[in-house]
């Protein structure tokens, strides 16, 4: 297995590849790119969230709760955890609920994961979604605009 390092701009090493055989006995490559560590402990670290979630935390504060992503610092010290909340009159409650219960989602964190040290966890409201509904509606109205124009002009064509 061969690896490639493509440098940025000041030289550094930006990622990393491996070339991957396309077919073994026709000796052409593909380039793959490999994960980045801090993203797969993210991955990790989402899915163990939101199983604690399900079945461990008690506290009434913190009620439906959709993990959307993590972001965690490449130095493994701290963790961005965007939620969503759905009611919309409860969200500072319960984000304040899983601020206080930061420590405790640490420690049940150490239990499952093979670190030396877990990142301190920041829980956040993600803004994003409302964001992206829109951007879905508006690709929407593009398409029945477009399937309209397109009726039109079958029309005029016969």
């Known amino acids: 297995m061969r690896t490639t390092v493509y440098p940025d701009k000041r030289g550094y090493a930006a990622g990393t590849t491996r070339s991957v055989p396309l077919f073994p006995s026709s000796g052409a490559f593909f380039t793959v790119p490999e ?8 991955d990790q ?53 899983l601020k206080k219960a930061a420590g405790f989602f640490r420690k049940e964190l150490a239990m499952r994961l093979p670190l030396r040290r877990v990142p301190d966890l920041t829980f956040l409201n993600d803004t994003s979604t ?29």
């Not at 994960?35 to 993210?42: E, P, V």
């Not at 992206?132 to 397109?150: A, C, F, M, R």
């Open 35 to 42: 994960h980045k560590r801090t993203d797969r402990i993210a």
């Open 45 to 97: 670290i989402k899915m163990e969230i939101a199983d604690i979630l399900v079945k461990k935390v008690s506290d009434p504060r913190i009620g439906r709760v959709t993990v959307m992503s993590v972001n965690v610092t490449s130095d493994l010290q701290h963790a961005r955890v965007f939620v969503t909340v759905p009611q919309q009159k409860g969200r500072k409650e319960t984000l304040l609920g």
């Open 130 to 158: 409302p964001h992206v509904n829109h951007v879905l509606e508006l690709l929407e109205e593009i398409k029945d605009t477009g399937n309209s124009q397109d009726a039109s002009e079958e029309e005029e064509c016969q």
